[in-house]
């Protein structure tokens, strides 16, 4: 009976332990724009350019990353999600890309009221940004055009720019290169979709 009394004893104590196991959390985070050069604003330059907002579809604007898995099918993924909002790694992303390549100009972020006594504007209309997980593409296709300070159009442009996300592995075993790319998929992803940011703005 004694022996009875001490295993309902311990039962509390052996299953509190169990409620009270830690989680491990898989997540895995990701942004774009880090890596590039910092631009440092010129005050003295002759020529400010501001990007503006830039508009993202609905389905991007989210915590997970988003893949098209067929023709009409899309995925987020709970456990491979961006570190901020998707719209401020593009525009980082954009503003680098620009600064770099007009080294001579203030490049700025809009912000609220951060608009006036700029030369010109640039503003971004993405219409779809979707890694293809059928063909290991990514498209950028985005309307962009730039105003002055009245507000006229300067220039337009629809422009459409695709990369790829292919996993690095070499690996002859069959099984453990399709493991290790699954691992590295979205580090791909990441990759690509920068890549096209960075060639919209050298554009």
């Known amino acids: 009976m004694r022996k009875i009394k001490n295993i309902l004893f311990l039962l509390p104590i052996i299953f509190s332990g169990c409620l009270f ?58 456990f491979n999600r961006w570190v901020e ?22 490049i700025v972020t ?31 296709f985005s309307t962009w055009y730039m105003t002055d300070r009245q507000d006229n159009h300067i220039v337009s442009k629809e422009s459409r720019i695709t990369t790829t996300y292919i996993s690095d592995d070499n690996s002859d075993d069959d099984e453990k290169k399709e493991e290790k790319q699954n691992n590295n998929k979205y580090v791909h992803i990441v990759s690509g979709m920068e890549q096209a940011v960075i060639q919209l703005g050298t554009e």
Do not use: W
């Open 21 to 78: 196991t830690p989680v491990v959390d898989h997540t895995r985070f990701y942004t774009m724009g880090i890596a590039l050069k910092n631009m440092t604003d010129n005050q003295s330059c002759a020529t400010s350019i501001g990007i503006d907002k830039v508009s993202i579809p609905h389905y991007l604007d989210k915590p997970q990353i988003v893949t098209q898995i067929s023709d009409n099918e899309i995925v987020q993924d709970e």
């Open 110 to 140: 809009l912000q609220s009221n951060n608009s006036n006594n700029l030369d010109y504007k640039i503003h971004v209309l993405i219409h779809d940004f979707i890694p293809n997980d059928i063909d290991k593409t990514i498209t950028l």
């Open 85 to 106: 909002p998707v719209e401020d790694c593009i525009t980082r992303t954009l503003h680098h890309a620009i600064g770099q390549n007009s080294n001579l100009r203030k």
